[in-house]
């Protein structure tokens, strides 16, 4: 027996209740905490305030003005003080933020009326953004796209009231019970902005969604969580900048966000006056990262040359440990190929000119792999190419 609520009409009923819990308490062997208690007296529905009531060994004190007490968890006074839960909540939900992303976590583990729920959405960024987790010109939609869409996989608050808004309305629209059917016509002839089944309409409408009431419970979230993906991906999409490597990843099969400060960036995200948006290396094309990570004609003899034989020495070192050959270093980037090693199974060269009976003008594979009982030769072809030429390199 525990958060027990007694009603009564007036003091002398509710000494009677309380003389009763309080025997029956006894009887079986609890203690009544009066410290715990409060009681609180109405007349037509105004507080007043009558005295407290007085139990067999102590007295249960009456609420004063403004104060509240928690029943299951929640304050309140007359009736539930909204007003109060939603400080707390709020100070809840601030003093969680701060805990989780002042922690030294990694970022892909801190992830936890209408325009004060968006507000939840726009703290939590804000918090992000001072914790130096999110950019604050960067793509808010990406924050909340889950991870294995490019997402960062964050909550966003208001599209989980939203789904609850709308199952709640599903859940009241197909009730069999009359009292309840009895509700939803009322609700339906309130003004638009004011009932609950408008508001849903608004968000099923801005959803996409179509005959809401066909789907089963499990189905109608799954379909609400995928409208809402669906949502924030075409809007992403639509971004210039933001939006091209998601419009890249969906029409075929890496940072996305472009906020390092190219000039491109500078010029079209941050609208900073820059003279010119050209690559500061070769003047010919703009300084996007794309072309910085594998457009630029001054860095491909050089930087890029060096990142393709990275990843060839990795192949390398990889193939001689499969086919037990002498290496020279066991980590990869000590690791020195030599043009030739050999054992009696395999052969492997790398970067070792073929002489061909036919001319062929790239006779220079990367690595080749002779394997001899077998009688076969693998070429290996090693490219570093941008995200959107994988498959014309392919
Ligand atoms: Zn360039």
Not at 341 to 362: A, M, P, R
Request: glycine share 4%.
């Amino acid at each position: 027996m525990d958060d027990i609520k007694l009603f009564a009409r007036d003091d002398n009923g509710l000494r009677t209740l309380v003389d009763h819990v309080e025997r029956f308490s006894d009887d079986i062997g609890m203690q009544f905490g009066y410290q715990k208690c409060a009681k609180l007296s109405a007349r037509r529905g105004k507080l007043i305030w009558t005295g407290p009531v007085p139990t067999l060994e102590s007295e249960i004190n009456e609420l004063d003005y403004g104060q509240t007490y928690r029943y299951l968890g929640f304050p309140e006074a007359g009736g539930i003080d909204h007003a109060c839960n939603k400080s707390i909540i709020t100070a809840e939900l601030h003093r969680h933020l701060k805990l989780v992303w002042g922690s030294l976590l990694c970022g892909q583990f801190k992830v936890k009326t209408k325009a004060e729920i968006a507000q939840f959405d726009v703290t939590v960024r804000k918090t992000l953004t001072a914790a130096k987790s999110h950019h604050p010109r960067s793509a808010i939609e990406r924050l909340y796209l889950p991870r294995k869409l490019g997402g960062r996989g964050l909550l966003n608050i208001e599209h989980l009231y939203h789904r609850r808004l709308i199952l709640l309305s599903h859940h009241l629209q197909s009730s069999r019970d009359d009292l309840v059917q009895a509700c939803c016509e009322l609700m339906m002839q309130f003004p638009p902005r004011k009932s609950l089944l408008s508001k849903v309409d608004d968000v099923v409408s801005s959803l996409l969604l179509t005959d809401v009431l066909n789907y089963e419970v499990g189905q109608l979230k799954t379909a609400v969580i995928a409208a809402q993906r669906k949502k924030l991906q075409s809007v992403l999409c639509d971004k210039p900048l933001h939006g091209k490597f998601f419009t890249f990843i969906q029409s075929s099969t890496i940072d996305a966000d472009q906020v390092l400060c190219t000039r491109v960036y500078q010029a079209k995200i941050m609208h900073t006056p820059i003279q010119s948006i050209l690559c500061r290396l070769c003047q010919e094309q703009e300084e996007t990262i794309q072309h910085i990570l594998s457009g630029c004609p001054v860095l491909a003899p050089t930087s890029y040359l060096r990142r393709h034989n990275m990843v060839g020495r990795v192949l390398h070192l990889h193939l001689s440990k499969s086919f037990k050959l002498p290496i020279s270093a066991k980590c990869w980037y000590d690791h020195q190929p030599l043009p030739v090693v050999e054992n009696e199974i395999v052969k492997v060269l790398w970067d070792f000119g073929l002489y061909t009976d036919v001319h062929v003008s790239s006779n220079r594979p990367d690595i080749v792999l002779f394997l001899k009982k077998e009688e076969r030769i693998i070429f290996f072809e090693v490219a570093c190419p941008a995200d959107i030429n994988v498959l014309t390199k392919e």
